[in-house]
C-alpha cells in the first residue's frame, strides 16, 4: 500500500513542477473492475474520446436499479410507513422501462422484482435505521484516491458492515463475498469515511433471499487494496504507452471471454463482434423462465 507510482519511462513528465508527487488514480470499484476484466472495454469506456457509440440497454440492469432505487426510497420513508404495503408504489415510481422485449415482459418483471421486495423486507425490522443508504464513502492510498457508493451500511455492536444488493439469477456463496475487490474496498474506505471499525461485508441476494457474508482481516484488506493499486499502476502505464505512440489496442488488449456478449461496447470491438449476441432483455427472460436458456453464462447483474 505504500509505493509509489512508477515512473513513466521515455514519456514527458505530467506534472511540471519536479519532485513533486503523482497525482492520484482517481477510481472506483467499476472503473477498477472494467480494466481487470478487460483492458479494451476500459479503454472504450475511459479513455477515448469521443466515446464510441455504446449498445443497447440491458433489460437487466434496468431491473437491478429499479429494485436498488426502490430499497433506498423504503428506508426513507417514515419509520411507521416502512411495511410491505409500500413496496408496489415505490416500485412503480422507480421502475426503469429500457431494454425490455416488450410490454408484457416487462410487466412480468414488476411482478417478479415486487416479489423479491416483499420477501426482503419481510425479513427487515423496519425500526434499524442503518447508518448509510446509498452512502458515498471516500479514501485515499499513496496511489488511489477511491470512492464509491454503497448500497446499505449497518451497524452491528461497534461495528459496521458493508451490504450489497444483488438481483442477478446466479445464487452466491460466501466466496464471492471474501473475493468481492469493491465489497473490500467498501469496508476499507467506510472505517475511514466513518472512523468505526469496518470488517464484515454481505451479499444480499433478492432472488433467493440468501446472504453471503464474509469477515475480512486487516491482512485480507491490505490485499484487496494493494491488487487494487497494481490495476491503477497497470491503468497508469497503458495510458502512457498510448499517450507515447504505442497502438492503442496493443497497450489495452482484449480479454474475450463470455462477457463479450454482455459487453457494452460488443459492436465496435472486433473480438466482440465474435461473441454470440446477446438480445437486451435476454437475461430478464432466463431469471422469469430458468429452464429457457438452462446452461447458458448470464452477465453478473447488481
Keep these: 500500500m505504500s509505493e509509489q507510482v512508477r515512473p513513466r519511462a521515455a514519456v514527458p513528465e505530467q506534472l511540471a513542477l519536479g519532485g513533486m508527487p ?13 480494466y481487470e476484466d478487460c483492458p479494451r472495454r476500459y479503454r472504450y469506456q475511459y479513455v477515448d474520446r469521443p466515446q464510441p457509440q455504446k449498445g443497447p440497454p440491458w433489460a437487466h440492469n434496468s431491473l437491478g436499479a429499479s429494485v436498488h432505487t426502490a430499497l433506498k426510497n423504503w428506508y426513507a420513508l417514515d419509520v411507521e410507513a416502512r411495511t410491505v404495503e ?8 422507480t421502475w426503469v422501462t429500457e431494454g ?10 414488476f411482478d417478479v422484482a415486487l416479489r423479491w ?3 426482503y423486507v419481510g425479513t427487515l425490522d423496519p425500526a434499524d435505521d442503518p447508518v448509510g443508504v446509498e452512502r458515498v464513502v471516500a479514501t485515499r492510498t499513496p496511489v488511489l484516491a477511491f470512492n464509491g457508493r454503497v448500497d446499505r451500511i449497518d451497524r452491528r455492536g461497534d461495528e459496521l458492515v458493508i451490504v450489497d444488493y444483488k438481483t442477478g439469477r446466479a445464487p ?5 463475498a471474501r473475493g ?4 473490500a474496498l467498501y469496508a476499507f474506505a467506510a472505517e475511514r469515511t466513518m472512523h468505526r ?23 485480507s484488506l491490505r490485499r484487496h487494496v494493494t ?20 497502438d492503442a489496442d496493443t497497450a489495452f488488449p482484449t480479454t474475450p471471454s463470455n462477457r463479450c456478449s454482455w459487453c457494452d461496447w460488443r459492436r465496435v470491438c472486433p473480438a466482440g463482434r465474435d461473441a454470440v449476441e446477446r438480445e437486451p432483455w435476454s437475461s430478464v427472460q432466463r431469471a422469469l423462465d430458468p429452464a429457457d436458456g438452462a446452461g447458458e453464462s448470464t452477465p453478473a447483474a447488481g
Design 100 to 109: 425490455y422485449r416488450d410490454g408484457a415482459q416487462e410487466r412480468a418483471a
Design 86 to 93: 409500500a413496496l408496489p408504489r415505490l416500485l412503480r415510481a
Design 172 to 176: 452466491l456463496t460466501s466466496d464471492d
Design 180 to 183: 468481492s475487490r469493491a465489497l
Design 197 to 219: 471499525r469496518c470488517r464484515s461485508v454481505e451479499l444480499h441476494h433478492l432472488p433467493t433471499g440468501s446472504v453471503a457474508a464474509h469477515e475480512h482481516t486487516d491482512e
Design 22 to 34: 503523482e497525482k492520484l488514480f482517481v477510481c472506483t470499484p467499476s472503473k477498477l473492475g472494467a
Design 117 to 119: 421486495l416483499e420477501e
Design 227 to 246: 491488487r487494487a493499486e497494481d490495476t491503477a499502476r497497470d491503468i497508469v502505464a497503458a495510458q502512457r504507452r498510448m499517450e507515447a505512440g504505442e
